[in-house]
């Protein structure tokens, strides 16, 4: 958030040149190529899990871990 001259503060929702990146929340711009790359590794990972869990019978760590990775890709 930016302070004004006259001390109002400035919520900047987009990047322009009376708000710079130093306003915005995060204090960066997120690399949208990075996030979809990691959500098809998590995806691949999640599928991964998955054949593991069947394979190998082991459902209560299977599930936990399968779940985990599903939120991952989801964004919760």
């Known amino acids: 958030m930016l302070i004004t001259r006259d ?9 322009t040149p009376e708000c710079p ?3 915005t929340i995060y204090g960066y711009a997120p690399n949208f190529a990075a ?4 959500c098809a590794i ?5 599928l991964a899990q998955f054949i593991q869990m069947l394979k190998w019978r082991m459902w209560s760590f299977g599930i ?5 990775a599903l939120s991952e ?3 919760k």
């Open 73 to 75: 890709v989801i964004g």
């Open 21 to 23: 990146i130093e306003g």
């Open 64 to 68: 936990a871990v399968v779940l985990g």
């Open 7 to 15: 001390g109002a503060p400035v919520v900047c929702t987009e990047l």
């Open 35 to 38: 996030n979809i790359a990691f």
């Open 42 to 46: 998590f995806g691949m990972i999640c």
